[in-house]
């Protein structure tokens, strides 16, 4: 039964994820695909540089409701607490690799937010912090995303957010990891080096 469980709350969790509101968001009002400039992400920064600040805000809503959404079914109708990191991780996994948009998606970070806002507002604040905090630091917002990704686990122990939460951002963080390694083996490694570049 928790198979079954596990499998259903996935797959609602990576189409949840699938959905590219970045792509139709831009493509409605600008006639554009969001991938074809910038970094060539489906993300809220590239959809705010291409289609205004108001776009932005509305795709981050959207992709933080679609980790929001299955991750707080999941922890609130699954029989397994273990089934919820678990459609975290595919929810991300949709955002990366999108079916509805040729496997071509974000970094997913906001559908890792909205996860945790769904079982800790508290550990959603800490990963926002953190995330303004390196986007000061770093300038540029996508480096950022990928460091609050990959610490945010860790970052939570500290914080003694030891439970459900903390096992969500392992999962994402794993996913976002990954998600980053690709980037960077395949044609993005100057972008991401690239200090002066928005990326």
């Known amino acids: 039964m928790n198979v079954l469980f596990a499998f259903a709350f996935s797959l609602f969790g990576y189409i949840s994820g699938s ?14 695909d969001v991938r074809d400039s910038g970094s060539g992400h489906a993300t809220t920064t590239n959809t705010i540089r291409q289609a205004g600040f108001g776009a932005g805000v509305l795709v981050l809503i959207f992709d933080l409701s679609k980790g929001f959404i299955p991750v707080w079914l999941a922890f609130h109708y699954s029989p397994a607490i273990w089934i919820t990191p678990l459609t975290a991780a595919c929810v991300v996994s949709g955002h990366c690799w ?21 079982v800790s507002p508290l550990s959603f604040l800490i990963l926002v912090a953190m995330l303004i905090v390196l986007v000061l630091i770093t300038r540029h917002p996508a480096r950022a ?3 609050v990704g990959v610490i945010s686990a860790p970052a939570l122990w500290l914080f003694g957010l030891r439970g459900i939460e903390f096992w969500i951002a392992v999962a994402a963080g794993i996913v976002i990891a990954y998600r980053f390694l690709i980037d960077w083996n395949r044609r993005y490694h100057e972008l991401w080096l690239d200090r002066n570049n928005p990326h």
Do not use: D, E
């Open 145 to 147: 995303s990928v460091l």
């Open 19 to 32: 959905l590219p509101f970045s792509i139709w968001i831009t493509r409605l009002l600008k006639g554009v």
């Open 98 to 118: 999108p079916i509805f948009a040729q496997f071509r998606g974000g970094m997913g970070l906001a559908c890792a937010g909205g996860g945790l806002l769904a």
